[in-house]
């Protein structure tokens, strides 16, 4: 296969893997944690991802009950089943397969995801995303899409990409809009053996984890990457080196994997379980202002 490269562009190639660590959040929701981990604590500006991916309601049905955010956003993306949202504003939405709701919790919410469902397969994701200390204390939002509202790109070769943020090579635009990280989040499927290429801004950190099938991510011929280090197999997260297009083929098998990226906010974070803040003594007055009632 050759690949051309436009002069002055520069690909992305795999820097690092990661394999996700079993843990438990909420009321004992069973899940892997892929970043917030000891191997990997965050990759500016994400905070956490999470999968959760379990056919036995005994690993999900306690759910996500009221807890407390500050000081980011959490993404909530199904693969398949469906969660319901409630808040202390009075807000609630189900969420669903192929759905998205981006909660941007700012200067503070209380929520509780719960699933809708008894039995069956439950698979999706969590990740949060960093705020600016400007936006921190701002006011909570959402963003919530329902699948009809989430794009699905086709391609003739078979190729599926679902738009949650960001702009695809073929011009579709996911409805999640952000000017704090100006995030990427598509959900890539491709068929055996099939390229995929995508421009990302040259700066943002960008990951990929691979859902099913395996990946190699192709780096220019003269890269010093070893080529035999490109491949990414199943539920491992891949973080990229900087650059400005990304060039995938799939393996053997097709593949199906989430490509995130954003732009790094390059500010000191400071957690405190479901806070976030810049200092210490911020995520202590997270703790105090919720402990008093006030969020
Ligand atoms: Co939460």
């Not at 069956?120 to 936006?135: D, E, I, M, T």
Request: aromatic share 8%.
């Amino acid at each position: 296969m050759t690949t051309i490269t436009n002069e002055g562009n520069t690909r992305r190639s795999l820097q690092q893997q990661f394999l996700g660590m079993p843990t438990a959040d909420g009321d004992g929701v069973k899940l892997t944690r892929i970043i917030g981990s000891p191997q990997i604590n965050f990759l500016d500006p994400f905070l956490l991802l999470d999968c959760f991916e379990s056919e036995d309601a005994n690993d999900y049905i306690g759910g996500f009950p009221a807890h407390p955010h500050r000081g980011f956003e959490t993404v909530t993306y199904l693969l398949n089943g469906r969660m319901r949202h409630k808040d202390n504003a009075g807000h609630e939405g189900l969420i669903e397969s192929g759905g998205v709701q981006w909660m941007t919790a700012a200067k503070g919410i209380i929520h509780s995801e719960m699933p809708e469902q008894e039995a069956g397969l439950l698979k999706g994701f969590q990740l949060w995303v960093n705020l600016p200390a400007s936006a921190k204390m701002g006011a909570p939002k959402y963003q919530e899409f329902p699948p009809q509202s989430t794009p699905l790109e086709c391609h003739d070769n078979g190729t599926e990409i679902r738009v949650i943020s960001g702009t695809t090579n073929q011009g579709t635009v996911g409805p999640v809009v952000n000017h704090h990280t100006y995030p990427t989040f598509l959900d890539v499927s491709l068929p055996a053996d099939t390229e995929f290429e995508q421009s990302l801004p040259t700066a943002h950190n960008a990951f990929i984890y691979v859902i099913e099938g395996d990946i190699r991510v192709i780096a220019d011929a003269d890269d010093s990457v070893d080529a035999s280090n490109n491949q990414l197999m199943a539920k491992k997260l891949g973080v990229l080196t900087q650059g400005d297009e990304l060039v995938i083929t799939s393996g053997q098998k097709g593949t199906r994997f989430l490509l995130i990226a954003g732009q790094p906010l390059h500010e000191p974070i400071a957690r405190g379980g479901p806070f976030v803040m810049n200092t210490k003594a911020e995520v202590l007055q997270a703790f105090a202002d919720f402990n008093q009632g006030n969020f």
